[in-house]
T-cell receptor
Framework: GAVVSQHPSWVICKSGTSVKIECRSL??????MFWYRQFPKQSLMLMAT?????????EQGVEKDKFLINHASLTLSTLTVTSAHPEDSSFYIC????????????FGSGTRLTVV | SQQGEEDPQALSIQEGENATMNCSYK?????LQWYRQNSGRGLVHLIL?????REKHSGRLRVTLDTSKKSSSLLITASRAADTASYFC????????????FGKGTRLSVIA
């Protein structure tokens, strides 16, 4: 139980285009989702906290106009990288509080974004 | 934001040897978790230790937690080549509905 499905698993896009990443909670309602970014050989850095029905909370240094987060329903949160540039190439992963299970959190499988 | 340091940043050992990774954190926690990540892949949850626990075992894994020093260690015994991966600690804060905060990680290479 408590699965988060993240799509796409990888995407290549041209500079200047926008890319949308979706995270769906499959068997539970996720009022809050967390978005992380991971550069090669580095750790996961929290980008923002997404709350259903309200504006996301962004971490310091993360541009909210560049990384648009929408959490319109209890089962879907999306991250849109707008006007992507090569420096946005990274691994993006979402997470949600799981309603059961001893970890308390469940993670999507991640999206590898490459901007060319 | 990140909680703190993990050491070593990279560790290379021979198959069959034990691997020890350390993690330090800064704030009060509800629990601390260890995750594994193979290159370019998602996270695999390994083990969770609660703030009132001092040691926990799971198969070849042994985790310790010292809340007075705000530190934890992960020991992998009798390592295998398949254990080659990055290992991260992550802390769950005492406030509700907060995200996991990850350490910088240790890249473990187990040489067959």
């Amino acid at each position: 139980g408590a699965v988060v499905s993240q799509h796409p698993s990888w995407v290549i896009c041209k500079s200047g285009t926008s890319v949308k990443i979706e995270c769906r909670s499959l068997d539970f309602q996720a009022t809050t989702m967390f978005w992380y970014r991971q550069f090669p050989k580095q750790s996961l850095m929290l980008m923002a906290t997404s709350n259903e029905g309200s504006k996301a909370t962004y971490e310091q240094g993360v541009e909210k106009d560049k990384f648009l987060i929408n959490h319109a329903s209890l089962t879907l949160s999306t991250l849109t990288v707008t006007s992507a540039h090569p420096e946005d190439s990274s691994f993006y992963i979402c997470s949600a509080r799981a309603p059961r299970g001893n970890t308390g959190y469940t993670f999507g499988s991640g999206t590898r974004l490459t901007v060319v | 934001s990140q909680q703190g340091e993990e050491d070593p940043q990279a560790l290379s050992i021979q198959e069959g040897e034990n691997a020890t990774m350390n993690c330090s954190y800064k704030t009060s926690i509800n629990n601390l978790q260890w995750y594994r990540q193979n290159s370019g892949r998602g996270l695999v949850h390994l083990i969770l230790i609660r703030s009132n626990e001092r040691e926990k075992h799971s198969g070849r894994l042994r985790v310790t937690l010292d809340t007075s020093k705000k530190s934890s260690s992960l020991l992998i015994t009798a390592s295998r080549a398949a254990d080659t991966a990055s290992y991260f600690c992550a802390t769950d804060g005492v406030s509700g509905n907060t995200p996991l905060v990850f350490g910088k990680g240790t890249r473990l290479s187990v040489i067959a």
